[in-house]
Nanobody, 117 residues
Framework: QVQVVESGGGLVQPGGSLRLSCVFY????????MGWYRQAPGKQRELVAR???????SYADSMKGRFTISRDHANKMVYLQMNNLKPEDTAVYYC???????????WGQGTQVTVSE
């Protein structure tokens, strides 16, 4: 059974930085595309960034240049480095794992990021 658990959220001032972490439990990490999503109050969940087994990355346009996703295969971790944070980045951030063959998908419980003075 696959489980992903996020950590690292918190309160940060505009222009600040945070690094989110996601640990992957169970199964074969390399068979999963890992991603970060976020959901702000009253809005739909949206893709932030995604990283493949080969470390190919993709980002939502509004995050390009500010956010960096990476994965550590040895420790089954995925990170999201967020720089120059803005109030509109305030949301619950979720880690996501999708199996490359059967499409099975797993979500973490989320970690709150609040960007405010």
């Amino acid at each position: 059974q696959v489980q992903v658990v996020e950590s690292g959220g918190g309160l940060v001032q505009p222009g600040g930085s945070l690094r989110l972490s996601c640990v992957f439990y169970g199964s074969i990490f390399s068979l999963y595309i890992m991603g970060w999503y976020r959901q702000a109050p009253g809005k739909q969940r949206e893709l932030v960034a995604r990283v493949t087994d080969g470390s190919g990355t993709s980002y939502a346009d509004s995050m390009k240049g500010r956010f960096t996703i990476s994965r550590d295969h040895a420790n089954k971790m995925v990170y999201l480095q967020m720089n120059n944070l803005k109030p509109e980045d305030t949301a619950v951030y979720y880690c996501n794992a999708v199996h490359v063959r059967d499409g099975n998908e797993y979500w973490g419980q989320g970690t709150q990021v609040t960007v405010s003075e």
